[in-house]
């Protein structure tokens, strides 16, 4: 009877305690620490990654820069070729204008008479049906050819250009043109007949 | 735990408080700027920040009918320099630095720009002597590119270029006095310009943007509004027949000491100008050189006295009424006085003739065709000039055309019941003349005139193009009749030597009119006239030509080299072939 109350050994003044008390020792005290030896070790810091991750900010970084350099090199293509557009686009204007000019009809009778050449105010038609010969075949002569003098139909634009002979436009009327007629080639065995089949 | 004690809390109420107050008042603000007056306020700094460019529309081109250019917008440049900061400057010649002074930038400016370098030099310091900050002063405008091109070459830094559009003729004074003119700011003057303007100005667009600090676009902000540049007008004229015209008229209008004169060519199965020349003419490229009387044209807006070329205007009304043929006879004195106290004469005198109709076209006897044009009444004649298109502008609307003066029948005295027979008191102007022939020549079917084929846009559409219906005036038949007259007059007249053509038949009548001397008389001025067309036996061309004052030659011999060598012109560069049938031979006496 006395040997089973003394192995729970309930004291009265004990029975208040709701938490039996462990018996503490002191080396067990040390085993309560945040880092274990083994996890220490899973967790260390690799080189690698940071090299990695490193080496690809690097890496867009100096991609980035290079497109954006390419994209500027490509923009100030871009920029040249378009002045150079609007360069010809003038040239072509300015000389579309001066053919014009070139062509308008003042210049051409004005330079057509400094090379000599005379109007045929008398027309002759040949009819390839059959040959006819319509109309009296005349050679063209400064007397049947109106002289075109420049002065009667100017032209601003055109006064300065150069003439053929190298005289002034705006100065020639016509009268230097009489010494460069030369006489008319005389038509021998008629007109030519065409071989056709 | 935290103690407060009742002054920290206190304290921090108070801050609390303050923060809450001052946090309130700004989200009053912002609600009150971002919300009750944001849009006055936005619309404020638009204002301030939005700015905008007109961007200009190019005028469209006028074009003869082979599409060659009468009338070109180009560009030109104008160059301006800065003077305050006008100085010398650095210049890299051959890899070593130069220094340029300013009176050697100014003359090399001034050859480049044909002015002298001083003058030049003197634009800049008017404007800093007018204004010590001046930051622009205008040197040249209206320069070429080649022009551009070298003063950019100098590399100047004070000077700025830009661009401007700019009108050019390229063919001069070929159909001037038609396609007219602009003044120095583009608008347009005179003319096809003026007459087709709504076509050839297309509408500005504008881009707007927003800018910031520099007065750059920010970005994202821009806003364009395309130009519609104006559409190109073409014109029916023949460039080459209208220079030809021109150039004939003129040597022989100077020849015989005209002050004036026109040559119409028209088409006569679409009643298409071909040609309009004028002497007088004006080159839109130098407006100056011409006297502001010149610079119209007289074609359309000065009607005359057309005389004897109108005759056959009566003679067709005749055979239309049936009361007259080209047999028909009638006994022509020199001076014929009809009851009701007229007093008609023929120019020249001479005995009685006996003539037929044909015969008194032929000699062109105001005494002859007085007496068949008394067997219309006023009213039959007057209708006729309605119908033949006389008494009212033609269709072209060109600016200040005129419509001549005819006075109503029932105010014509008795000398002027008689001389509208003859083509005198009234007027016409050179156009109405023209189409009077287009429609003897066309069967009777007088076509509307046309000068503008229409305007085409840049899509290659042509809008606005002219009707084009005929009305038939007189029978096709008495148009033939009086067809086989006029060829009389073109073999037999007193000019018919003067007027040949080898190879085509041709009609014609001759016209000399006493120009009126403004008091209600008449002057010793005469308008000689030439109308005709050919080929004859299947009429193309209308040729007219009228010449006022011709003080050497007062006769229609000064308009017969005109007319022949315009016709021979027309007929051969359009292909026309000769005549293979020979004329008709009415008889003239009897």
């Known amino acids: 009877m006395s040997g089973a109350t003394a192995a729970l050994d309930l004291a009265p003044e004990r029975l208040g305690r709701a938490r039996p008390q462990p018996t503490r020792t002191a080396p067990e005290r040390q085993h309560i620490r945040a880092v274990t030896t083994g996890a220490r070790s899973k967790l260390r810091p690799r080189p690698m990654y940071a090299v990695v991750v490193v080496g690809a900010v690097v ?8 497109l954006s350099v390419g994209l500027s090199q490509g923009a100030y293509q871009i920029q040249q070729l378009e002045g150079k557009q609007v360069e010809l686009g003038r040239t072509s204007a300015a000389l579309a204008e001066d053919l014009d000019r070139l062509a308008s009809p003042q210049y051409l009778a004005v330079n057509a008479q400094a090379l000599g050449m005379v109007g045929n105010s008398l027309p002759t038609y040949l009819r390839l049906s059959d040959g006819a010969v319509l109309g009296t075949p005349t050679p063209a002569s400064a007397s049947t050819s109106p002289i075109f003098n420049a002065a009667l139909v100017p032209n601003a634009q055109a006064a300065t250009l ?12 016509g009268a230097s043109s009489q010494e460069a007629v030369t006489p008319p080639v005389p038509l021998q065995d008629g007109l030519p007949s065409p071989t056709t089949r | 735990m935290v103690r407060h004690t009742k002054t920290t809390r206190r304290r921090l109420a108070f801050t ?5 107050i001052v946090m309130t008042l700004f989200v009053l603000r912002l609600v009150d700027i971002q919300v009750v007056r944001a849009s006055a306020l936005s619309a404020e700094s638009l204002e301030k920040t939005e700015t905008g460019d007109t961007i200009l529309a190019t005028r469209g081109n006028i074009l003869a009918s082979d599409g060659s250019v009468l009338a070109e917008a180009v560009m ?90 700019y009108r050019v003729y390229p063919n001069g004074a070929v159909a001037g006095n038609i396609v007219g003119f602009v003044g120095e700011e583009g608008e347009a003057q005179a003319g096809v310009e003026l007459m087709e303007n709504s076509c050839l100005a297309g509408k500005d667009g504008r881009t707007t943007y927003e800018k910031g600090s520099g007065g750059l676009p920010l970005p994202g902000t821009t806003v364009t509004k395309p130009a519609k540049d104006g559409g190109d007008v073409v014109l029916t004229l023949d460039k080459d027949i209208q220079w030809f015209s021109q150039q004939s008229l003129a040597a022989q209008a100077e020849a015989v000491g005209a002050s004036w004169g026109v040559v119409t060519v028209m088409e006569v199965k679409t009643g298409k100008l071909l040609a309009v020349a004028e002497y007088p003419a004006v080159d839109p490229g130098n407006v100056s050189a011409t006297p502001s009387e010149d610079r119209g044209s007289r074609a359309f807006a000065a009607p005359f006295e057309p005389g004897s070329t109108y005759k056959s205007l009566t003679a067709a009304a005749l055979i239309d009424q049936g009361v007259a043929n080209p047999n028909s006879q009638v006994v022509a004195p020199f001076r014929y006085k009809p009851s009701n106290g007229a007093d008609i004469n023929d120019s020249e005198f001479h005995e009685d003739m006996n003539l037929t109709l044909a015969g008194v076209m032929v000699q062109s006897s105001n005494t002859g065709i007085s007496q068949f044009g008394e067997k219309m009444s006023a009213d039959t004649r007057y209708a006729y000039f309605q119908k033949f298109g006389q008494l009212q502008k033609t269709e ?26 003859f083509g005198q008191g009234f007027s016409t102007t050179a156009i109405q003349g023209a189409s009077l022939y287009q429609t003897i020549a066309n069967g009777g079917v007088r076509m509307p005139v046309q000068l503008v084929e229409g305007c085409r846009n840049a899509d290659g559409t042509m809008t606005d193009v002219p009707d084009a219906t005929g009305t038939q005036v007189v029978s096709a038949d008495a148009a ?20 040949d053509v080898p190879g085509y038949r041709v009609a014609m009548k001759t016209g000399t009119a006493q120009q009126p001397d403004g008091d209600g008389g008449y002057s010793s001025s005469y308008l000689v006239s030439m109308a005709g067309f050919a080929p004859a036996e299947a009429p193309q061309f209308v040729v007219s030509v009228n010449l006022a004052d011709p003080v050497k030659m007062n006769s229609s011999a000064a308009v017969a080299p005109i007319f022949r060598d315009v016709t021979t012109q027309v007929l051969k560069s359009r292909g026309v072939q000769p005549s293979t049938e020979p004329a008709p031979n009415l008889p003239l006496r009897f």
């Open chain 2, 76 to 165: 030109r440049y104008s160059m301006a320099a800065s003077p305050k900061d006008a100085g010398p400057f650095e210049r890299d010649v051959d890899g070593a630095e130069q220094t340029i002074t300013l009176e050697q930038a100014t003359n090399e400016i001034g050859a480049i720009i044909g002015k002298p370098g001083p003058e030049v030099l003197a634009l800049i310091t008017d404007a800093l002597a007018a204004d010590k900050d001046s930051l622009y002063a205008l040197i040249a405008k209206k320069l070429t590119l080649d022009q551009l091109r070298a003063l950019k070459a100098l590399e100047i830094p004070w000077t700025t270029f830009k661009e401007e559009p």
């Open chain 1, 59 to 66: 890496a867009i970084v100096v991609g980035q820069l290079l």
């Open chain 1, 162 to 173: 150069p003439l053929v002979g190298g005289q002034n436009a705006a100065a020639a009327d």
């Open chain 2, 396 to 421: 072209v609307g060109f600016p200040s055309e005129s419509g001549g003066l005819m006075a109503d029948p029932a105010d014509w005295d008795n000398q002027t019941d008689y001389a509208t027979m």
């Open chain 2, 16 to 20: 609390i408080v303050a923060v809450s």
């Open chain 2, 480 to 499: 033939k009749q009086v067809s086989d007259m006029l060829e009389m007059v073109d073999q037999e007249s007193w000019v018919a030597k003067n007027v």
